[in-house]
């Protein structure tokens, strides 16, 4: 298995611009995230998904759309990019809630 | 909001050293988690307690839970320079959700 995979692995945007972050997983799991890692900030959830077609809102989810249309793929839009959303980003999986999380290797992305 | 607090931020010690990083967190949780990051690397599970569990164990890893102070420690024995990473907790609530602490910075030196 690949486990979680994510691409690209670094991106740069000029402000305004709009991108997709791609986020699969091979081991049949119901839930996935995406996160976003700040220096000394911890990881923060953007939105998550408990199933295919169903998706909800983190803690962060303003700048961010996601959908989830299929098990295996969970991608992040970012409508209108800014210099604030300049993080390295993550993507995780679980089988179900409660459970331990797989997380892919992530997304630098610099705006500028 | 940060869910969990760790302290210390940073701690540097010889490699042979037990290592114990701490966790709090405020509200009511199903399980709390442990994981570790190297430097430019995504996230890896070490180990998962439950709220009905009071201790335990992973190899050379050690954690506790106390739900009454709403606190967790990890401790490594016989710290190795490759155990060099970042740790973070992560306490699991409704649905699911993980929120994670802002980590411990864990430095062993040869």
């Known amino acids: 298995n690949a486990g979680v995979t994510q691409t690209p692995k670094f991106q740069v945007l000029k402000t305004g611009q709009s991108m997709t972050l791609q986020c699969a997983q091979d081991?049949?799991?119901?839930?996935m995230s995406w996160y976003r890692q700040d220096p000394g900030m911890g990881l923060r959830l953007i939105h998550y998904?408990?199933?295919?077609?169903?998706?909800d809102q983190g803690e962060v989810p303003n700048g961010y759309n996601v959908s989830r249309s299929t098990t295996e793929d969970f991608p992040l839009r970012l409508l209108s990019a800014a210099p604030s959303q300049t993080s390295v980003y993550f993507c995780?999986?679980?089988?179900?809630?409660?459970?331990?999380?797989?997380f892919g290797p992530g997304t630098r992305l610099t705006v500028t | 909001s940060q869910q969990g607090e760790e302290d210390p931020q940073a701690l540097s010690i010889q490699e042979g050293e037990n290592a114990t990083m701490n966790c709090s967190y405020k509200?009511?949780?199903?399980?709390l988690q442990w994981y570790r990051q190297n430097s430019g690397r995504g996230l890896v599970h070490l180990i998962l307690?439950?709220?009905?569990?009071r201790e335990k164990h992973s190899g050379r890893l050690r954690v506790t839970l106390d739900t009454s102070k709403k606190s967790s420690s990890l401790l490594i024995t016989a710290s190795r320079a490759a155990d060099t990473a970042s740790y973070f907790c992560?306490?699991?609530?409704?649905?699911?959700?993980?929120?994670f602490g802002q980590g411990t910075i864990l430095t062993v030196h040869p």
């Open positions: 995780a999986s679980k089988l179900v809630p409660g459970y331990e999380q797989y």
């Open positions: 081991m049949n799991h119901e839930y």
């Open positions: 998904s408990v199933g295919a077609g169903i998706t």
């Open positions: 509200t009511s949780i199903n399980n």
């Open positions: 307690i439950r709220s009905n569990e």
């Open positions: 992560a306490t699991s609530g409704s649905y699911g959700k993980l929120t």
